[in-house]
């Protein structure tokens, strides 16, 4: 047990701390408790820390409530499974991108794996034996995709942890090796953000987020096809990711043939072009996407593909207007979930079978609990560690009437 601290004051801002490390919650931080001055508890959310470690730690934010959030600058003792972070940024007060480079892969999986079990657990109540797992590439050189601040002086970088601040990185050790640092050089518009793609042929493309811009194509590959994206469509940032899911979602949606899928938040079509070859030319594929540009590269990449049909427009107010009853829902939605008004309207149309993508496990659990109450099952669940040194994941899960 950490030792008392006075409660003469609610804000510990910038206070050092001893710390007992308990278990990993789900944010890319561990949870130690510390006794105040009164016989109650606080909570402290460690950063850079790992279960079962004593640290020493800085409180860096307090709201005065029953938290406060903290940064370890020392191991007192550390846990298996600790080493050095390769990156100087990974530190307290650095960067907000990596959680976890201070433990080795394994590690890293079990903390991920130990936070979504506990998410099921806690917001739905289901006991599910779930092991994140590991995909090819490694840890380091994976991420595909790169959003860049841009400070007052022009001069591109990563965020800070929870904070505005640009920090002037010369490279940033999850990009492919030499792909951050000429873009780092140049200048770009105070206070704006860009973001850096390499596409499936390794060409590297910089354009302005949120800007429409002309250039070659993002060229992307997955389930044997090929897109060519815009710049900005989205796409998965791990290259091992958009195959592996396309995989996943066709072997658990087994789409009847001549049958009817619905595919929400779409994209540019990925898991359509798997589920019209499950359904056929005399089946249906309905994709609901709300992005314009993913709508349009999607429909050029699945030109031939005439069982697949496009709804432009936001999922929860096109769902009534869709026609028949899908014998299959997919839906990938954003990191908020699908939300109860989206499962009970999915679930009014009875489908034999949902598969859902998610990005954060805290949502996808409660999408779990609405399942159930309309009288869905968690047939089957997957996850996997599509980014590697950060607390995300993403997760597949199939629901069964």
């Known amino acids: 047990m950490n030792a008392a601290v ?47 470690e004593r640290v020493r730690a800085v409180v860096t934010e307090d709201g005065g409530g029953a938290f406060c959030r903290a940064d370890a600058i020392g191991v007192l003792d550390p846990a298996p499974g600790r080493v050095e972070p390769l990156c100087p940024w990974a530190r307290a007060g650095g960067c907000g991108g990596c959680d976890w480079q201070h433990a080795d892969g394994p590690t890293q999986r ?25 995909l090819p590439g490694g840890l380091l050189g994976w991420r595909h995709r790169v959003r860049l601040a841009v400070d007052d002086h022009g001069r591109a970088g990563l965020r800070a942890h929870r904070s505005h601040d640009v ?29 850096v793609a390499i596409d499936a042929d390794g060409v590297r493309h910089l354009h302005p987020v949120g800007a429409r811009v002309a250039g070659p194509a993002v060229v992307q590959r997955a389930a044997g096809r090929e897109w060519h994206l815009s ?18 979602v066709g072997e658990w949606a087994q789409a009847p043939e001549g049958g009817l899928v619905w595919d929400l938040y779409g994209g540019a079509g990925l898991f359509a072009a798997v589920l019209a070859e499950q359904v056929g030319r005399d089946g ?31 999922v929860e107010h096109v769902l009534a207007a869709l026609p028949g009853r899908p014998d299959v829902v997919v839906a990938d939605p954003p990191r908020r979930g699908l939300g109860r008004a989206t499962v009970a309207a999915v679930c009014d149309r009875a489908p034999g079978r949902v598969v859902h993508v998610a990005c954060d496990p805290a949502a996808l659990a409660r999408d779990v609990a609405l399942f159930a109450a309309q009288g869905y099952d968690l047939a089957a669940l997957r996850a996997f560690d599509a980014f590697p040194m950060t607390h995300h994941m993403e997760c597949v899960a199939l629901f069964q009437r």
């Open 6 to 52: 006075p409660a003469d004051t609610l804000d510990w801002t910038d206070r050092v701390l001893d710390l007992d490390v308990a278990a990993v919650a789900h944010g890319g931080h561990c949870v130690a408790r510390v006794r105040v001055g009164d016989g109650r508890e606080r909570v402290v959310f460690v950063r850079h820390a790992l279960p079962g």
């Open 110 to 134: 079990a903390l991920k794996t130990a936070v979504l079990r506990e998410q099921l657990q806690r917001l739905a109540g289901v006991d599910r034996d779930v092991t994140v797992e590991e």
């Open 167 to 195: 920090l002037p990185i010369a490279d940033c050790l999850l990009a492919p090796p030499g792909e951050l640092p000429p873009v780092l050089e140049q200048r770009f518009p105070a206070r704006a953000e860009v973001e």
């Open 231 to 248: 710049a900005g469509t989205f796409w998965q940032v791990h290259p091992a990711l958009a195959p592996k899911l396309a995989e996943v």
């Open 284 to 314: 249906e594929v309905r994709v609901v996407e709300s992005a314009r540009p993913a709508v349009a590269d999607g429909r050029a990449a699945l030109a031939h593909l005439g069982q697949v049909h496009w709804t432009v427009g936001r």
